[in-house]
């Protein structure tokens, strides 16, 4: 955002890296909260050990993640944040349907938090579900420093859930470290704009090698957040039935058998796990290209005979269905079959990073190389606008060298120091046709043109399709109590093709019509949805809160390069003239 921007340049200089004499950031702990009670948040910079390396990274109450907090449905806590980090801040409470003023975002609902200031949040939690608080300046520095934390709602309704025998609240995210630390972020603008920071350590809960322990016979409830900046997980638990419950904001319409559960950022998934004999499983992140380890189960074969164990059990094999969504089901032809009332496109203009200064060029495809043109175009295979590179007159020369075609390897976990320019290209998972890769980018197929954009050279954008509307600026108004049937359209008609977390705030919740023209098979409510290269999306937005609120994809790096608008809800609908 301009005013993220406007606010680091005047701080000047370069964010601090050195972890010495810093707290070492601790684990986060579980905070139980009841209706009217107060937290003290607080932001400040801690070492964190990430294998062999050192880091200095932010944290909430000094953990990483943040303090997970649990509380009730239809409850409200007082949080009170003190900011003792590296620049100004707020905190929004992603996926809460809560009063606008507490929202988070700088310049709209409250006035930036400054180093040393604090702010009093007052909120309220309507819906069960699973949820997550960050800060709204700068996210791809922040979120990527550690300033994330989860917020578990408990139903009021009491067989809401199916039983289970334990829970894991996880935070899936990566990143990306050089030469032993964090790689550098410029305070005045953001970097690796056009595919998104992503990182080459993957991190659970916060730690590089996370271990938990259960029993043979029970049921493991999995909390999953995706809070990378850019990063889409594919988790799979091979060795156990997996079981999908619940999503974003809730229970599914019916819980189903699943092999694995895709979250993009920002993205919440709810999975029950059967864990029916002993031994040792490996929670993975699995690419069409590669499969990323990402914790450790240990089964034991201690009894776990107890009554509510053998109930879970027995439980896994129903697959609950959910009355609300199940009604919502009954009133979704009519929209299915409408036109949309809203129609968004989702694009991208490229400024060319790797133009020539003078002499004769060829124009080739960053992320397959082998696609050169002597003019101007876009790549066949995956659509993105071919760069300038430099070229020589002499024969056999490889016109596509001059972009370094390589990925981060988040595979090997050890090799902290190494820079990721040293790190071996493999073949690129960029693809727009069937099969699990289907319009998702799994890495960075563009290493040295994707550090090198910026805000100022790419430029992501959101434009309104919708018949009539205004050609400047998204002028979005709606009164309390509307539904909206919003069209995303993944565009190729861009200069960079690439999927998106479409992120509404809380405004309201949506659930998904269809996608592709394909009906949704199974609702949740939600509140971000990944829109894949491509790919067309039919959402139906439930509007029930006023205010002035935002919309954004949530690649913190296509955010802050301008993929994002706000929009009003009125309580009352306009008077006539």
Same mark, same amino acid.
């Given at each position: 955002?301009?005013? $993220?921007?406007?606010?680091?340049?005047?701080?000047?200089?370069?964010?601090?890296? $050195?972890? &010495?004499?810093?707290?070492?950031?601790?684990?986060?702990?579980?905070?139980?909260?009841? $209706?009217?009670?107060?937290?003290?948040?607080? =932001?400040?910079?801690?070492?964190?050990?990430?294998?062999?390396? /050192?880091?200095?990274?932010?944290?909430? +109450?000094? &953990?990483?993640?943040?303090?997970?907090?649990?509380?009730?449905?239809? &409850?409200?806590? =007082?949080?009170?944040?003190? +900011?003792?980090?590296?620049?100004?801040?707020?905190?929004?409470?992603?996926?809460?349907?809560?009063? +606008?003023?507490? $929202?988070? =975002?700088?310049?709209? /609902?409250?006035?930036?938090?400054?180093?040393?200031?604090?702010?009093?949040?007052?909120?309220?939690?309507?819906?069960?579900?699973?949820y997550w608080y960050h800060p709204h300046i700068r996210e791809d520095y922040t979120q990527e420093m550690g300033l994330y934390g989860n917020i578990l709602v408990v139903p009021a309704e009491r067989d809401y859930w199916p039983p289970a025998d334990r829970d894991l609240v996880l935070t899936l995210d990566d990143i990306l470290l050089e030469d032993g630390k964090v790689a550098p972020f410029s305070p005045s603008e953001t970097t690796y704009a056009a595919m998104g920071r992503f990182g080459n350590l993957m991190l659970v809960g916060g730690q590089t090698h996370y271990h938990a322990a259960a029993r043979a016979g029970e049921v493991l409830r999995l909390w999953l957040t995706n809070t990378a900046n850019t990063r889409v997980f594919n988790v799979r638990l091979p060795g156990a039935r997996m079981k999908l419950v619940g999503g974003d904001s809730g229970r599914m319409e019916r819980a189903e058998f699943v092999e694995e559960v895709l979250l993009a950022p920002s993205e919440r998934a709810v999975v029950d796990v059967l864990l029916d004999r002993p031994g040792e499983l490996t929670l993975e992140h699995r690419t069409p290209d590669r499969v990323y380890p990402l914790a450790t189960v240990s089964v034991t074969d201690e009894p776990a005979a107890t009554s509510a164990t053998v109930s879970a059990a027995r439980e896994f094999e129903v697959l609950q269905e959910a009355p609300e969504l199940a009604a919502e089901r009954r009133s979704l032809e009519a929209w299915s079959a409408a036109a949309p009332d809203k129609t968004l496109a989702l694009v991208a203009e490229m400024d060319d990073p790797t133009a020539a200064a003078g002499g004769p060029v060829v124009y080739a495809c960053p992320m397959h190389p082998e696609v050169t043109s002597d003019q101007p175009d876009r790549c066949p295979k995956c659509g993105m606008k071919l760069l300038a590179t430099q070229t020589t007159t002499e024969p056999g020369t490889d016109h596509g060298a001059g972009m370094h075609h390589g990925g981060h390897d988040p595979a090997d976990q050890h090799s902290h120091g190494a820079d990721v320019d040293d790190h071996a290209g493999h073949e690129s998972s960029h693809s727009h046709g069937s099969g699990a890769a289907a319009g998702i980018e799994w890495e960075d197929d563009m290493v040295a043109v994707n550090r090198q954009t910026t805000a100022a050279t790419m430029h992501w954008m959101f434009v309104d399709r919708t018949p009539g509307a205004a050609k400047t600026a998204i002028d979005w108004r709606f009164t309390l109590g509307d539904r909206v049937k919003i069209r995303l359209v993944n565009e190729m008609d861009s200069d960079h093709p690439m999927h998106h977390p479409f992120h509404l705030h809380g405004a309201g919740r949506f659930l998904v019509l269809a996608r592709d023209g394909q009906v949704e098979p199974n609702l949740v409510w939600k509140d971000t949805v990944l829109v894949r290269t491509g790919q067309t999306v039919d959402i139906l937005f439930d509007v029930s809160n006023p205010g002035l609120w935002m919309a954004h994809c949530h690649i913190a790096e296509h955010m802050q390069s301008g993929m994002m608008f706000s929009f009003t809800v009125a309580r009352q609908p306009a008077a006539s003239p």
């Open positions: 955002m301009q005013h $993220d921007r406007e606010m680091l340049e005047t701080a000047g200089g370069a964010f601090p890296t $050195d972890p &010495s004499g810093l707290p070492e950031a601790t684990g986060p702990a579980l905070l139980e909260l009841g $209706d009217g009670d107060v937290l003290e948040l607080r =932001v400040g910079a801690v070492a964190k050990h990430l294998g062999d390396a /050192t880091v200095r990274m932010l944290g909430y +109450n000094g &953990s990483i993640p943040g303090p997970t907090l649990k509380v009730g449905q239809g &409850s409200e806590i =007082v949080v009170h944040v003190v +900011n003792e980090g590296d620049l100004d801040t707020t905190v929004h409470w992603h996926g809460l349907r809560l009063e +606008n003023r507490y $929202d988070g =975002v700088p310049h709209e /609902t409250q006035a930036p938090i400054p180093v040393g200031g604090e702010f009093t949040y007052r909120i309220q939690f309507p819906d069960a579900g699973l």
